[in-house]
């Protein structure tokens, strides 16, 4: 899997073009993409600047030498490049392991290209592990809490076979922030089982 992502991270970098506002999410592949980064000084040198989804993105990314913006500061970006937990049916994800769920839904909104990279085990025709989807919750005096929640049918069948309706019936809950679920965005998603892209 870390070869995988490995290659995944080397490819994105060395296919970043004019991309003058590029948008960073969270997780291990894109750990493996920002620390692509900083071996192909030109595309540093090109981007602009960048915003990224997470507190740890974002310090990789000074890191790589990348100017570093607030999301808030960034209504548009040229290209996002993103990891996922699970991919489905139509390009919907089950996002939310790198702990930015929020800033990650954001930023893929703001985006006129994404590019989701996965390694094949996270291609699926069914969604999430046992059922699973990651929920973020307001949580008093701090921060959103995110944490994954399985959801099961009264038969004990998981309930992820409708992932759109589900996001909908989820965000009526009290005191949720988002779920996981993502759809509609039209992503590029990449793939990698190791040997190739």
Known sequence: MYRAKSRLGEWAASRIGEELRLGIGSGSTVDAF??????WEEVVRRSRCCTAASLESEHQARQAGLIVKPLKD??????VVDGA???????TLIKGGGVALVRERLLIAAAKRVQILVDASKCRTFFGRRGSVWLEAGQRGGGPQADWVELRTQAG???????QSLHQNLKQLAGLVDSGIFFGY????????GESV
């Open 85 to 91: 937990d699970t991919v489905g049916r139509e390009g």
């Open 157 to 163: 069948k998981p309930q992820l076979d409708a992932p």
């Open 74 to 79: 960034f209504s548009e970006a040229d290209l």
């Open 34 to 39: 920002i620390g692509a980064l900083k071996r």
């Open 186 to 193: 039209a992503p590029e998603i990449w793939m990698s089982d």
